[in-house]
Structure formats: C-alpha cells, structure tokens
C-alpha cells in the first residue's frame, strides 16, 4: 500500500483555513476539520453536552437543546481556568470523533490527507501532521472578520484571537504559508503553488 502524505492546516481565527480546507475538497482530498467533530461532539444528546451543562450552568443551552455558543463562549473566554475546563470535558470525545474519520479518510485511497485544526501547533500534534501549512492573516482582518461574522465587539474580538498562540508563532513553525489578506483569487494562487509543491 503507497503512503498517505499526511498534510496539516491550522492558523490563526479568522484568518481562512476554513477557505483553504475547501480548496483541498475541490479536488476530493479528504479533509478532517477538528471544529466540526467539536460541533458533534456536543450535539443534543451526547454525555459531552450533559458534562458542559454540569459544569456551567443550563444558560449555556439554547432554546431547542443545543449548545449555545455564544453563551458558553462569554463565559469561558473570559477567564483561563474555565476555558482550560472546557477543554478537559469536551477534547476526549473531539479526539475519539477526529480519529475514528482520519481512519475513513486514510482507508479512502486519495493520495493525500489533510487534517484542519486550529490547535494544531499549541497540541503538539503539528510534528505528526507534516508538512505543515499555516494560514495567516493581519490581526486588524481577524478582528475585522470576527466582529462581522461573529457580531462580536472589538474586544470580544481581541478575547478570541489573545486565547490562541499567535499566529506568527505558527507560521513560524510552519512548511508552507498562506497569507490571506488579499484577494480571493490572490489566496487560490497561494494554494496552486502549494499544490504543485506538496504532489511534486
């Protein structure tokens, strides 16, 4: 059996990886998205929602019984100890979903498999997941995203963006580097070359 080239994705919030992923998808690369297993892993229903519950209080469930993040997210963003919490209850049943879909995609028979994460580096998982891509961006546009597609205030916005290492740091760890303070087409260009380089 060839080697699957195992290829990770991360950057800062805000900064596109998301873009990036769906890139990779265009051309039926298998893409494992840690937010996504986050989202199921506390869907109605699970133990991992009933532990959050527990933990903070039922103002964190929307009206219909789902997580309500937003709410969960003024409480746990704003003070470390909480946040760290969060993360004990939920990353058990993240990792457990994350790896039962890396096997499908692994056993899928593409060449390639990309792992989009956006803890990647701050996991110390970025040495399993090489080569390594990073997607950057300017802090004022993670700011200028995040307040439009989150409704958050500047400051809310900044909360977020502090939680994470920076993104530089993770650039610098990176193999290659996407910036996205452009254009669209500008970013689809950066994907092009890092194509070619990674199936060359």
């Not at 995203?145 to 290492?165: H, P, V, Y």
Request: charged share 30%.
């Amino acid at each position: 059996m060839s080697r699957v080239l195992r290829v990770g994705l991360t950057g800062g919030i805000a900064c596109g990886k998301s873009l990036v992923a769906a890139w990779f998808r265009e051309r039926e690369i298998p893409v494992v998205d840690d937010d996504l297993a986050a989202r199921d892993a506390v869907a109605p229903g699970t133990p991992t929602l009933d532990a959050i519950v527990e933990e903070f209080g039922a103002e964190v469930l929307a009206a219909d019984g789902s997580l309500d993040r937003p709410a969960l997210g003024r409480i746990v963003f704003a003070e470390d100890a909480r946040r760290r919490r969060l993360m004990e209850i939920t990353h058990p049943a993240i990792g457990a979903l994350v790896a039962e879909r890396l096997q499908e995609a692994v056993g899928s028979g593409a060449p390639m498999v990309v792992y989009e994460s956006a803890l990647l580096v701050e996991n110390g998982a970025a040495e399993a997941w090489r080569p390594l891509i990073v997607v950057r961006a300017t802090r004022d546009a993670q700011v200028r995203r995040l307040a439009k597609r989150n409704g958050f205030s500047t400051d809310e916005a900044l909360d977020r963006i502090r939680s994470q290492m920076s993104v530089e740091e993770k650039a610098a760890r990176a193999d290659h580097v996407i910036d996205n303070d452009g254009t669209i087409d500008h970013l689809r260009d950066q994907c092009e070359d890092v194509w070619s380089r990674l199936i060359g």
